[in-house]
């Protein structure tokens, strides 16, 4: 059984002009101690898949349906005091603002501090004790120091550790990070990346991680799932995906992409345009949601809605055409 | 690198195709309102705040014809008459009829809410524009603003009231010196803002003026901020114009205001509070629908000012 | 060689810090702090650089959008940073500039056509308001936008659109000059790849110069023909694009190489990351301001602050690992493929 599986997950909105179907039946699992990566364009649903596995949609104007089983029992069953034992403790995660997600007048350890004692029963001393060690795990220097400090005193990429300490602190199974680096500086992002590395060889935390950055999808996945307005579009292994995707939303965002050192290999081409815009997610899609901007759509594509289909060995793609075995380019 | 041959239509048709099962909707659908009745369902407060604001506006202007009685006439004989079926709301201790009174008292109410509103937003304005724009004198300006600010409006209408002698027009007059620091105080915090949008930064870059710029650019984008100010002066003018008629330091007992009569009620207050709550009771409804219509206007012209208040 | 479009001499941008109770002047933020290069007609120069560098502020000082603090900016040999407003109006006509984030960089209140017409009007570049219209037409088409739309609000556009139309206003003025800074960053990635190429094809079609400011080493890549690297408010490195992705001469170049993500699964590449953070621009580091990070930091950083001199023709770096012998620079030899990782 795998650690989280999330079962034909609907996220829906009311809006004074129509029902947003921002996630209209997505499925995925997670693996025990996986790392894996949800990456799409914005507002193709894929912040809302992860804000809905932690039941953090208000409720209404939002609706989730679906079952999320996380260890076998459904999220989307338990009442709302079992969901905040499983939130920072079981399941936790990190956002994309640092600054924001930090409360700015509580010193860093007790912040870190409080999701012990909250979840684990911790003292004071005991909670500050293991505050030090989280920010040791996490390498920031002098942690003795630093726990005293409040989260203005340090800098953004500091406090972006300081998140990921919070989230560790209670042993969590899976860790949820939404576009964690994005607010970064390349460095600093370097950084992370690699501390993220790091901490899952050494805490072994399921990492799902949201992303609309190929190149951080690279870094740290091990299988990516890449969404398209509100849909599951396509999923592999990170290898296959970026050696031969097999739908053509993905093929677009591929060569999309200007490669580093471009200019060294003589590859430097014109980029490749996914014309058009993303449909709008209050109109009900017939056939396939992407059948608008693709350049190998048919009277078909706009027809009939392609189901996920198993194209190679675990990897799977809702494209009609997509080639069906191991062959690739 | 990505490649276009692992897309190969060859043989594929409707017959063999693998077909998504379809997404039912888990919420009831939202039935598209369009036009007025769509703009009321989705700004209830505007629609409920804007109703009884026109109605009472309504009510001012066709005074003489929802009234039975002269509002001024005097009739010692029927002193202090309880609400009946001939004196709605009774009559009060100099025997005048207290429903055609308050009927007729709305006007001075509203007059002097749109007029101070209208007259603060426009001083406000200007001496808001200048003030963002020109530095030296945003100092001088806004601690004279911070000085008039640090004195209660209400305490500094009835200062101004006592150098002049009751009239609506001073009282227009002395509440809207009370009510421009507010004014502008918010139209610079606007001004500042906007001067450091990208688009006042591309068009300096593209040659326009200072005067076309604060006309064409600033000064549109603080109607919307402006005109959620105006209704809140709007409603906070009545109730200053109320005080002031109620200590007598406003409009002249002979012209029916609300404060007015809830004046001349006070004494009776214990025996006769008929006199006291009617005129009450059209206020706060008044300053409420007011209050009510700015707050919808807010949430819809500024969504951004919505989150900070 | 012909005079450079735009030459930049010992920029400085200093903003005060003010505070206390009497508003005084309590510090200053070294913003810019002597910046020198030119761009030559036609030629794309990127400034890349982490968020505080000072890169879009020396975009705007450029614009003369505020008075710098010391330094020259030329345009096409006339001096446009001590010109009295009214000199330096017409002379805005030939430098134009797009910024970063569509949504706050159209006027919500005014439809496109307006928009476009602004600068024609006041640069005095339409005989009529027919010409006007006309000329409005033309951008929309240069922008590949459909003509009607003209009469439409900004909020009725996408993200992308949106740039459209700023990329639309800039031309309407005819310029030689266009700063982007960080014009395609907040972008998606599939409409990010339609406004680089519509700029890479404007450029071509115009023979615009452009200064592209970004933080994006890979769209920089992509765009460019020679790059400035800025660190702290300094040029720390400038060469020709080929030159500067091959052979980094300066660490911090390298590090930031090595810190881009590639969308290469499992690609083999040294890493150096970096350690802790950028020092604050109101106190920089004495000698070398990248010392405190920099891995190859020896006695000689910490006290001298290295120039800019040239290690190969064209390529410029500001480094005291040059003059070392070659065995004991670590920045000698090619190092470029090595931190990108190529197969």
Not at chain 1, 140 to 166: C, D, F, K, N, T
Request: glycine residues 8%; charged residues 20%; contains cysteine.
């Amino acid at each position: 059984m795998a650690l989280l599986e999330v079962e034909n997950l609907q996220t829906h909105f009311r809006s004074p002009d129509g029902i947003n179907r921002a996630v209209d039946g997505v499925n995925f699992h997670v693996n025990a101690g996986e790392t894996v990566a949800i990456v799409g364009e914005s507002g193709c649903g894929k912040s809302v898949t992860a804000m809905s596995i932690l039941r953090l949609i208000p409720e209404p104007p939002g609706k989730i349906a679906g079952a999320i089983r996380f260890n076998g029992r459904d999220l989307l069953k338990l009442s709302d005091r079992e969901m905040r034992d499983i939130r920072g403790n079981e399941i936790s995660m990190i956002f994309q603002e640092p600054m924001t997600s930090l409360n700015p007048v509580l010193t860093v350890g007790r912040q870190i501090g409080e999701t012990l004692r909250l979840h684990q029963g911790l003292s004071a001393q005991a909670a500050e004790a293991r505050a030090v060690e989280m920010l040791k795990l996490v390498g920031i220097p002098e942690p003795q120091r630093r726990v005293r400090e409040y989260p203005h005193q340090l800098s953004g990429g500091m406090r972006q550790r300081v998140m990921i300490a919070i989230a560790l602190a209670c042993n969590p199974k899976l860790l949820i990070a939404d576009e964690p680096t994005t607010a970064l500086d390349v460095t600093i992002q370097a950084q992370i990346l690699d501390l993220m590395r790091d901490l899952k060889r050494t805490v072994g935390a399921a990492i799902v991680i949201i992303t609309h950055d190929l190149g951080v999808v690279a870094e740290v996945a091990e299988r990516v799932i890449v969404m398209y307005a509100g849909r599951k579009v396509e999923e592999a292994a990170v290898g296959p995906l970026f050696r031969s995707p097999r739908h053509p939303y993905t093929q677009g965002l591929l060569g999309s992409m200007p490669k580093l050192g471009s200019s060294l290999t003589g590859t430097e081409t014109r980029l490749q345009e996914i014309p058009g815009l993303v449909p709008s997610l209050k109109r009900k899609l017939d056939g396939c949601v992407f059948a608008s901007r693709c350049p190998h759509a048919t009277d078909l594509c706009t027809k009939v809605a392609p189901a996920l289909e198993e194209k190679a060995p675990g990897h799977i793609a809702a494209c009609h055409y997509a080639i069906k075995d191991a062959v690739a380019a | 690198m990505a490649s276009a041959s692992v897309i190969d239509p060859q043989g594929i048709t409707a017959a063999n195709v693998a077909v998504a099962a379809p997404m039912g909707d888990i919420m009831p659908p939202v039935k598209a309102r369009r036009g007025f009745w769509g703009f009321l369902y989705r700004n209830p407060s505007i629609a409920i705040g804007g109703t009884i604001v026109l109605l009472m506006v309504l009510m001012a202007i066709f005074a003489p014809l929802l009234t039975y009685a002269d509002p001024t006439a005097l009739a010692p004989a029927r002193r202090t008459r309880e609400p009946s079926a001939m004196y709605w709301f009774g009559t009060d201790m100099l025997g005048r009829d207290v429903y055609s009174r308050v009927i007729y008292g709305a006007r001075v109410s509203l007059i002097v809410g749109f007029s101070v509103a209208v007259l603060a937003s426009v001083i406000g304005l200007t001496i808001g524009l200048v003030s963002g724009f020109v530095r030296w004198a945003d100092s001088l300006v806004m601690r004279v603003m911070d000085g008039m600010m640090s004195i209660p409006p209400i305490l500094l209408a009835i200062a101004l009231m006592a150098l002049t002698r009751g009239s609506v027009q001073n009282v227009i007059i002395a509440i809207t010196i009370a009510e421009v620091p507010r004014v502008s105080r918010l139209v610079r915090g606007v001004v500042l803002s906007l001067r450091e949008q990208p688009y006042v930064d591309a068009a300096v870059a593209a040659g326009t003026r200072t005067p076309v710029i604060i006309w064409r650019h600033i000064l549109p984008n603080t109607i919307a901020p402006m005109t959620v100010q105006a209704t809140f002066i709007c409603a906070s003018a009545m109730i200053v114009e109320s005080i002031l008629s109620f200590i007598g330091a406003g409009t002249p007992p002979i012209i029916p205001s609300w404060g007015n009569i809830m004046a001349e009620g006070r004494a009776l207050w214990q025996v006769k509070p008929y006199i006291v709550f009617f005129p009450a009771l059209f206020l706060s409804v008044t300053v409420l629908a007011v209050n009510l219509l700015g707050d919808g206007l807010r949430d819809t012209l500024d969504p951004r000012m919505a989150k900070r208040i | 060689m012909s005079t450079p479009i735009l030459e930049v001499n010992d920029l400085k941008k200093h903003f005060p810090i003010r505070g206390g109770f009497f508003g005084g002047v309590t510090g200053q933020v070294y913003a810019v702090d002597g910046v020198s290069f030119s761009i030559a007609k036609g030629e794309t120069l990127s400034l890349v650089g982490e968020s505080g560098c000072g890169k879009s502020t020396v975009g705007k000082a450029i614009l003369q959008l505020f008075p710098i603090t010391a330094g020259q900016v030329i345009l096409d040999g006339k001096r446009i940073d001590d010109m009295a407003p009214g000199t330096l109006r017409p002379m805005r006509r030939r430098m134009q500039v797009v910024f970063q984030d569509p949504f706050s960089s159209l006027n919500p209140r005014m439809r496109v056509r307006d928009i476009l017409a602004e600068p024609i009007r006041n640069f005095g570049l339409a005989k009529d308001s027919a010409d006007i219209d006309r000329k409005v037409g033309e951008l929309m088409d240069r922008v590949r936008l459909p003509r009607d739309a003209v009469n439409r609000w900004p909020h009725e556009f996408s993200g992308g659109q949106r740039q459209r139309i700023c990329i639309a206003r800039a031309l309407a003025a005819d310029p030689d000059l266009i700063i982007c800074d960080e014009a395609v960053s907040a972008l998606d990635v599939s409409v990010k790849a339609q406004i680089v190429n519509l700029l890479q094809d404007l450029q071509k079609e115009l023979g615009l110069a452009m200064l592209f400011i970004s933080h994006d080493l890979a769209i920089v890549e992509h765009m460019t023909h020679r790059v400035a690297v800025m660190y702290l408010g300094k040029i720390v490195e400038v060469a020709p694009k080929r030159e500067l992705f091959a052979a980094p001469k300066h660490p911090y170049t390298e590090a930031l190489l090595s810190a881009v993500p590639v969308p290469e699964p499992g690609a083999q590449r040294e890493r150096i990351i970096l350690t802790g953070d950028v020092p604050s621009p109101i106190k920089p580091p004495k000698g070398c301001r990248f010392h405190t990070r920099c891995p190859y930091a020896f006695d000689r950083c910490k006290q001298d602050e290295p120039q800019l001199r040239q290690t190969e023709p064209g390529h410029w770096a500001a480094c005291h690992l040059h003059d070392r012998p070659a065995a004991e620079n670590p920045l000698a030899g090619a190092r470029g493929a090595a931190v990108i990782a190529h197969h």
